[in-house]
Structure formats: structure tokens, C-alpha cells
């Protein structure tokens, strides 16, 4: 079966600091990986999206930057946190072909402080 | 523009007292519509995916439905359990990957 990890599970950061958070995916090959956010009174804001190494889509222009340096692994990073940046941070997978949902991880709580 | 709105935003109920969530949705063309659990500070857990007006999938108490504006959650008899935040989205024909949320129903039941 596949297990979709995210990490850290919680981040207090100051504004002004780097920041890095990790997807990984397991029991799956080629998946395309999802960044998501969400914001308190919000829906999930689609951040980017692979379908493959090295492959990143943006969808929202910001802060944020998106790395996918091995098959199963997403990267979320950021150079320089500000405090719009706090939130819940979700990765999900999806299969290449075949089906549409999507599945979430266990996200990563992040706060600028 | 693409826009999923759930309704209503917070509800309230008796065990064992059903009654249904709403998603309505204006796409410009409808690729699928999905259903999310969500327990307080966990990521979503996939529930349904519907594709056409007329569709209906079941999960225990809970049954999705959708016609060409909106679709429906209704869950029969609820448990304690069954309080989390239900949430629904909708994946559009031109974008293979992008779905778009809706901000939420949170349910609560209370024995």
C-alpha cells in the first residue's frame, strides 16, 4: 500500500528565515506530488505540482519555491519566511494515469513569528 | 472563474439525526467532483469521487450525490465519529491536476 510522509510535523520560524519542509512518498513509482496550503477560513490554495524529476509548476506566484530532486521526494522551500506564510502545509500523490483523487499527507503546521 | 462554495458552514447535530452538506460549483466543464474527511490538524482523507449528474457512491452512513450545479453529502444517522470538517472539490476538463476546495462544513454530532 502507499504512505505519503510529511516533515517536520510542526515549525515555528522567524520571519526572515530559511525554510525547508519534505514529502515523501512510498509503494508507488512516478506519482505526481502536490504542494498545498491552507489558510485559517480557507480552502486548499494549490501551491505547485510535479508530474516528474526536476518537472515544477507554480500556480501561485510568491514567496515559495518547489524542488522534486528524486521520483518520491517534494521539497517545499523558501528563502526568506514571511509572516503570510503560516500554515498548514499538505503534500499529496496522485497516479500518473488511471484515477483522479488525490491523497494528502499528514501535513506540517508552520508558524512565522 | 472556477468557484466551489459548501454550505452550510458549520452544523450541528443529534446523534443519529441525518442530514445533508451542499457543494455547489461552477466550472466550465466538470472532469470530477471529490469528497475529503478532515479531523482537526490532519490532512485530508479522500471519500468519493463523482464524474456525472446522476451518480451516487455510498460509504457507510454516507452518500454522495451530483447533478450539473451541485452535489450533495448526506450522511444517515450519525455517529460522534463521523465529526471532522467534509470537504469538496472539483477538478475542471482543462486542467488535468488542479482541484479547487471549497472551504468547508464543519459537522459536529453530539450523542
Known amino acids: 500500500s502507499q504512505t505519503i510522509h510529511q516533515w517536520p510535523a510542526t515549525l515555528v520560524q522567524p520571519v526572515g528565515s530559511p525554510l525547508s519542509l519534505e514529502c515523501t512518498v512510498e509503494g508507488t513509482s512516478n506519482p505526481n506530488l502536490y504542494w498545498y496550503r491552507q489558510a485559517a477560513g480557507r480552502g486548499l490554495q494549490l501551491l505547485f505540482y510535479?508530474?516528474?524529476?526536476?518537472?515544477i509548476s507554480s500556480e501561485v506566484p510568491q514567496n515559495l519555491s518547489a524542488s522534486r530532486p528524486q521520483d518520491r521526494q517534494f521539497i517545499l522551500s523558501s528563502k526568506k519566511l514571511l509572516l503570510s506564510d503560516s500554515g498548514f502545509y499538505l503534500c499529496?500523490?496522485?497516479?500518473?494515469?488511471?484515477?483522479?483523487?488525490?491523497?494528502f499527507g499528514p501535513g506540517t503546521r508552520l508558524t512565522v513569528l | 472563474e472556477d468557484q466551489v462554495t459548501q454550505s452550510p458552514e458549520a452544523l450541528r447535530l443529534q446523534e443519529g439525526e441525518s442530514s445533508s452538506l451542499n457543494c455547489s460549483y461552477t466550472v466550465s466543464g466538470l472532469r470530477g467532483l471529490f469528497w475529503y474527511r478532515q479531523d482537526p490538524g490532519k490532512g485530508p482523507e479522500f471519500l468519493f469521487t463523482?464524474?456525472?449528474a446522476g451518480e451516487e457512491k455510498e460509504k457507510e452512513r454516507l452518500k454522495a450525490t451530483l447533478t450539473k450545479k451541485e452535489s450533495f453529502l448526506h450522511i444517515t444517522a450519525p455517529k460522534p465519529e463521523d465529526s471532522a470538517t467534509y470537504l469538496c472539490?472539483?477538478?475542471?476538463?482543462?486542467?488535468?491536476?488542479?482541484?479547487?476546495f471549497g472551504t468547508g462544513t464543519r459537522l459536529q454530532v453530539f450523542p
Open positions: 499529496a500523490w496522485k497516479r500518473l494515469a488511471g484515477v483522479d483523487e488525490q491523497f
Open positions: 510535479s508530474v516528474g524529476i526536476g518537472q
Open positions: 463523482l464524474y456525472s
Open positions: 472539490a472539483v477538478q475542471a476538463n482543462y486542467n488535468t491536476d488542479k482541484l479547487i
